[in-house]
């Protein structure tokens, strides 16, 4: 009885682990470094790629981020080893790519991609759905869940899909407590 405890406690743990683990190893984040988001303001929006693609040690080669037809402008800025460009559709979206040009972000670093942008009119939480490629293998950030990034907090780490709060205009409160 004893054995069969055991190996149930260690299955289960082991299963624990492995969902973890799987939970873990696709996310990028997005930072505000301070600075709330204000409904048609101009700002920088930062997508931090914490690592590569997993187990395999490949390198991210190529990252894509899509934005709604909310966003009112979005302009990558300049990023050593990296070739940015936008596309607009028709329908407004904007579709931010930066494909590497010497090598890509190694898997054990750490690279942001800032973005000039004009924040949607309305305030509320924008999602922006994020594809990290390491060659042919594709991570995509696209499942939605209830965090979201804020002058103070970045999105929490541990979710797929990266958003961002915009706040309303005249809404200029601090947004940490201080004493």
């Known amino acids: 009885m004893r054995y069969k405890t ?3 406690a260690t299955t289960a743990a082991t299963l624990a682990s492995l969902a973890l683990a799987a939970g873990a ?7 505000l470094y ?9 700002g920088t929006l930062t997508l931090t ?8 040690g490949a390198p991210t080669t190529k990252i894509v981020m899509r934005l709604g037809s909310a966003w009112q402008a979005a302009k990558p800025k300049a990023v050593a080893g ?19 040009t010497a090598g890509g972000l190694p898997n054990a670093d750490q690279g942001d991609f800032p973005i000039t942008v004009r924040w949607p009119k309305k305030a ?9 490629y390491c060659g042919s293998k594709l991570m995509d950030w696209k499942d939605p869940f209830n965090a979201a ?15 961002v709060r915009v706040h309303a205009a005249a809404s200029r409160a601090p947004s940490a407590v201080a004493g």
């Not at 190893?25 to 930072?31: I, K, M, P, R, V």
């Not at 301070?34 to 101009?42: I, R, S, V």
């Not at 990296?82 to 590497?100: F, I, P, Y």
């Open 6 to 8: 055991c190996a149930i």
């Open 124 to 132: 509320g939480i924008y999602n922006t759905p994020t594809a990290q």
């Open 34 to 42: 301070g600075k709330n988001a204000f409904a048609n303001k101009t």
């Open 49 to 56: 790629i914490p690592h590569g693609c997993g187990s395999e």
């Open 149 to 163: 990034a804020d002058g103070d907090l970045s999105y929490p780490a541990i979710y797929p899909v990266p958003r």
């Open 25 to 31: 190893s696709a996310h990028g984040t997005l930072n």
């Open 82 to 100: 990296w070739k940015s460009s936008v596309k607009r559709a028709a329908n407004g979206q904007r579709r931010l790519t930066w494909t590497a």
